[in-house]
């Protein structure tokens, strides 16, 4: 039997949105709050969510104690309390959207979980905004 099993976490991070050939107030025109130009954080919100057959013997779908430890290792270390602009080479010349957090994260929690289970990101960067990837 299929079903999914979920691990949520929270990281809090400081970001700005931005294009450098910009000035202020056109970067500002776009990406409002979020490019001003002395960063600000948000209190990321993280699930995420494997798909796979319910292991008859132990009734997982995947060990959470495992999942924990990729995320914290992969997510969670290199990105909380830290500028994502400023001290992860992953947004050196990537905007820290919410929509590509969660492309970055997938790409980072992928190779490290079995191919046999769907995997899916959602971030919320506030209570109100989200995404998700793969669509
Ligand atoms: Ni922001």
């Known amino acids: 039997m299929r079903s999914t099993i979920t691990r949520r976490e929270i990281f809090n991070s400081a970001h700005r949105l931005y294009r450098p050939e910009l000035s202020d107030t056109e970067n500002i025109a776009i990406f409002g709050k ?40 992969e997510v969670i270390e290199p990105f909380d309390h830290r500028n994502l602009n400023l001290d992860t080479q992953d947004f050196a010349h990537l905007n820290p959207t919410v929509e590509n957090i969660c492309v970055v994260i997938y790409n980072k929690l992928r190779p490290r979980i079995d191919a046999k289970y769907d995997l899916k990101v959602k971030v919320y960067e506030t209570i109100r905004n989200y995404s998700e990837y793969p669509v």
């Open 34 to 73: 979020c490019a001003y130009p002395n960063y600000h954080g948000h209190n990321y919100e993280l699930h995420v969510t494997l798909t796979g057959e319910i292991d008859p013997y132990t009734g997982f779908v995947y060990d959470i104690a495992d999942l924990k430890k990729i995320i914290k290792e």
